[in-house]
T-cell receptor, first 112, second 113 residues
Framework: KNQVEQSPQSLIILEGKNCTLQ??????????LRWYKQDTGRGPVSLTIMTFSENTKSNGRYTATLDADTKQSSLHITASQLSDSASYIC???????????FGAGTRLAVHP | DGGITQSPKYLFRKEGQNVTLSCEQN?????MYWYRQDPGQGLRLIYYSQIVNDFQKGDIAEGYSVSREKKESFPLTVTSAQKNPTAFYLCASSIPETGSEQFFGPGTRLTVL
């Protein structure tokens, strides 16, 4: 069964600190892996998209890594800001434009 | 929210009523999607459409219906047959190619009273 699991479920950090969110997947066939940011009550917004051959991709203070052998990905947030408070969703494309498997997300709260 | 609008933002429905959620995009995308989001769960695909006048059931289509009469519009009707319709509904669009990015609308929160 195709699955995407994220950890932790929720996380609280202080402003200015770094954090890392984890994503493990069992999806076949694998096309790409995406990280989305979703503010409360809003639609998800894409942060990064990585294909099988990419190990890392950055978008400002966000850096995603992918280990296709262990089927793990991480999202590292550097120097967190209050505006980083959101849910972060890991999504794996299982081949085909309409075959997306969504993780349940990690809810991040950045406190001053 | 990148060129996709959803309305209304909040919707309240009495049991036994059908309601229609609107989704419009100006990104010139052929493919459009409807997802349902429940607390603690990943998004689940309700319906998707690859092209005008064509649509396919997703993983949880029971109790829902859609139409795609125009490229820009993909309305979702939540029927009285949907047993637990209270959820956050998200519309998305993309080019219909493997690996293409999906762009999401701002969502509609439906509550059944």
């Amino acid at each position: 069964k195709n699955q995407v699991e994220q950890s932790p479920q929720s996380l609280i950090i202080l402003e200015g600190k770094n954090c890392t969110l984890q994503c493990n997947y069992t999806v076949s066939p694998f096309s790409n892996l995406r990280w989305y940011k979703q503010d409360t009550g809003r639609g998800p917004v894409s942060l990064t998209i990585m294909t099988f051959s990419e190990n890392t991709k950055s978008n400002g203070r966000y850096t995603a890594t992918l280990d296709a052998d262990t089927k793990q990905s991480s999202l590292h947030i550097t120097a967190s800001q209050l505006s980083d408070s959101a849910s972060y969703i890991c999504v794996v494309s299982a081949g085909g434009y309409n075959k997306l498997i969504f993780g349940a997300g990690t809810r991040l709260a950045v406190h001053p | 929210d990148g060129g996709i609008t959803q309305s209304p933002k909040y919707l309240f429905r009495k049991e036994g009523q059908n309601v229609t959620l609107s989704c419009e995009q100006n990104l010139n995308h052929d493919a459009m999607y409807w997802y349902r989001q429940d607390p603690g769960q990943g998004l689940r695909l309700i319906y998707y459409s690859q092209i005008v006048n064509d649509f396919q059931k997703g993983d949880i289509a029971e109790g829902y219906s859609v139409s795609r009469e125009k490229k820009e519009s993909f309305p979702l009707t939540v029927t009285s047959a949907q047993k637990n319709p209270t959820a956050f509904y998200l519309c998305a669009s993309s080019i219909p190619e493997t690996g293409s990015e999906q762009f999401f609308g701002p969502g509609t929160r439906l509550t059944v009273l």
